[in-house]
């Protein structure tokens, strides 16, 4: 009896060690199960295809789009890049990349040129802004997202580009590129504004952008003991090297405060970035200008000196990018860039605007988003970017008049108005007084715009045609309402659409310097900066709140 009970009992505890270890280790092991299995599952559909399908098929081809459609479903940052696509595994580990020297938008699904840096190899090759890619070596642009096409137009220097472009009113091209070092000024301009305030432009966060910034603080504060505060310009600023973001934050803050942290799924690749330097100046008013395309490191550098209450916040919510991106050699010559973490900001938030399910974006709803606070207790959300202190909306809350930057309205007249005028005035001199062309330009059918409204309007006419009633008259009437709506508010704002359009075009005849002293003409955001750093009474209530 004893012995055939030590017996069970030893079963039994086998059973259970079993038992553990089957259950500590199963989810493990299931994971790697089903790995396995969809590997094998995968090669064996690849063969059978390629052995039985009617048509001879490309090899590389079919499991190229099989790769990318599995990283697709992601997010738009995560990439395959084929051996195709790039030179040699040397110059992949070279780290003589190359640019352009240019801002490329996709419009209209199409990569078009945005911007354009004085000297710069695009500059050079002929580009103009508004130029539509359509081939590069001979590749159909429309099938490489963002991330694709940077890696297929890098190179070493010397080597030629071949580019199709569509120019707006001209028909195609055929251009040049010879590749070369890009040296695009990551500041611009700065100098003094009215009332003892200093401003810094900042568009990039390339290689000694922190020291570039702290450079021209400190000369405009030597020059100017009296100056009251520094504007940090950030708008349009799409981010660069996270050292640089670290860097520039240090400039205003002391030393050993932590700026950002990157955490992940591989814990080890967890990092902490605190600044490392000696401040310059922890007593001086900071307001930083951001926008809608302010993002990664220019959220960062703004959202971190928001989370310590050292600076001021005025603008709009900046893009919302989060995501840390690594690059991993997959062989032959091919890699992959994988977004392996997110970055948290000083109050532990992330500014990750946007979740990607099934590889579709996916806006946070605000009432999905935690509250943090900042150090002196004022109450900020994660998720949807960075939320200015004061937001000024440039062209008001109007839907139509949004629409004239939101679709590029603007960008476009503009690509078409300097057509026509090879050379205009200086910066100072230049006042744009087409005003006439411009409405011209709006009422031309291509260029219509769709507000909310139009959209109901469509929708009520589609729904009628198919339960049979015919309300064609009635919302005719109701379109040529909304149309005198939208054609009033156009004129209503008719004063800040035109300093819109003068910013546009003085950035097409004197580069990023030129845009920057227009814009600073007149410019709501930085009359707002000038006004709350001279009033120390409501910089101290921002920062308090």
């Given at each position: 009896m004893s012995f055939r009970n030590k017996v069970l009992g030893g079963a039994a505890g086998a059973m259970l060690l079993v038992g553990l270890t089957a259950t500590t280790l199963a989810p493990v092991n299931d994971k790697f199960f089903e790995i396995m299995?969809?590997?094998?599952?995968?090669?064996?559909?690849?063969?059978?295809?390629?052995?039985?399908?009617?048509?001879?098929?490309?090899?590389?081809?079919l499991m190229r789009t099989g790769i990318e459609a599995m990283v697709e479903s992601l997010d738009p940052y995560t990439n395959y890049i084929s051996e195709t696509d790039v030179e040699t595994a040397r110059l992949q580990q070279s780290?003589?990349?190359?640019?352009?020297?240019?801002?490329?938008?996709?419009?209209?699904?199409?990569?078009?040129?945005?911007?354009?840096?004085?000297?710069?190899?695009?500059?050079?090759?002929?580009?103009?802004?508004?130029?539509?890619?359509?081939?590069?070596?001979?590749?159909?642009?429309a099938q490489y997202n963002r991330e694709q096409l940077e890696e297929i137009m890098r190179g070493f220097p010397g080597t030629i580009m071949e580019l199709t472009v569509d120019r707006p009113g001209e028909g195609t091209q055929?251009?040049?590129?010879?590749?070369?070092?890009?040296?695009?000024?990551?500041?611009?301009?700065?100098g003094m504004l009215e009332q003892n305030v200093g401003y810094v432009a900042l568009?990039?966060?390339?290689?000694?952008?922190?020291?570039?910034?702290?450079?021209?603080?400190?000369?405009?504060?030597?020059?100017?003991?009296?100056?009251?505060?520094?504007?940090?310009?950030?708008?349009?600023?799409?981010?660069?090297?996270?050292?640089?973001?670290?860097?520039?934050?240090n400039i205003f803050?002391?030393?050993?405060?932590?700026?950002?942290?990157?955490?992940?799924?591989?814990?080890?690749?967890?990092?902490s970035y605190e600044t490392k330097g000696n401040p310059l100046d922890t007593d001086i008013p900071v307001a930083v200008l951001i926008n809608h395309r302010s993002a990664s490191a220019s959220e960062i550098v703004s959202g971190a000196l928001q989370d310590l209450d050292r600076g001021v916040l005025i603008g709009q919510r900046s893009y919302g990018k989060g995501l840390v991106q690594n690059i991993?050699?997959?062989?032959?010559?091919?890699?992959?860039?994988?977004?392996?973490?997110?970055?948290?900001?000083p109050s532990q938030r992330c500014i990750q605007a946007i979740e990607y399910r099934d590889g579709k974006p996916y806006d946070i709803p605000d009432a999905q988003r935690a509250e943090f606070k900042t150090r002196g207790g004022r109450t900020v959300l994660d998720g949807g970017g960075v939320a200015p202190d004061i937001e000024v909306n440039v062209l008001g809350q109007h839907n139509v008049a949004q629409g004239l930057l939101e679709d590029y309205i603007v960008f476009d007249f503009v690509n078409e108005w300097v057509r026509d005028h090879?050379?205009?005035?200086?910066?100072?001199?230049?006042?744009?007084?087409?005003?006439?062309?411009?409405?011209?330009?709006?009422?031309?059918?291509?260029?219509?715009?769709?507000?909310?409204?139009?959209?109901l309007l469509e929708d009520a006419a589609a729904r009628?045609?198919?339960?049979?009633?015919?309300?064609?008259?009635?919302?005719?009437?109701?379109?040529?309402?909304?149309?005198?709506?939208?054609?009033?508010?156009?004129?209503?704002?008719?004063?800040?659409?035109?300093?819109?359009?003068?910013?546009?075009?003085?950035?097409?005849?004197?580069?990023q310097r030129g845009q920057v002293q227009m814009g600073l003409r007149n410019d709501q955001e930085v009359q707002e900066a000038i006004a709350v750093l001279n009033d120390g009474a409501r910089y101290a209530e921002l920062l308090s709140k």
């Open positions: 299995k969809a590997i094998e599952v995968y090669t064996n559909v690849y063969k059978e295809v390629n052995t039985y399908y009617v048509d001879e098929i490309e090899p590389n081809k780290g003589q990349y190359q640019g352009i020297g240019a801002e490329i938008e996709y419009i209209d699904s199409l990569p078009t040129i945005l911007t354009l840096y004085k000297d710069q190899p695009a500059d050079q090759a002929g580009l103009r802004t508004g130029d539509r890619l359509l081939q590069v070596d001979g590749r159909e642009t055929q251009l040049q590129l010879t590749r070369g070092d890009v040296d695009i000024p990551n500041v611009p301009y700065y568009t990039t966060f390339t290689q000694e952008a922190a020291k570039n910034v702290r450079d021209a603080v400190s000369e405009l504060r030597a020059e100017h003991p009296d100056m009251t505060g520094v504007v940090l310009d950030l708008r349009g600023n799409g981010g660069g090297l996270l050292n640089e973001a670290v860097d520039i934050v803050v002391p030393k050993g405060e932590t700026i950002v942290t990157t955490k992940g799924k591989v814990r080890d690749w967890n990092r991993m050699e997959t062989g032959y010559g091919s890699r992959v860039k994988i977004t392996t973490a997110k970055y948290y900001i090879p050379t205009i005035d200086s910066v100072a001199d230049f006042h744009f007084q087409d005003w006439d062309k411009f409405e011209a330009f709006l009422n031309r059918a291509d260029f219509n715009f769709t507000s909310q409204a139009e959209e009628a045609k198919e339960e049979g009633y015919d309300i064609s008259a009635e919302l005719a009437s109701i379109q040529e309402k909304v149309d005198r709506e939208q054609a009033t508010a156009i004129a209503s704002l008719k004063e800040e659409i035109i300093k819109i359009i003068e910013k546009e075009i003085a950035g097409r005849y004197y580069y």
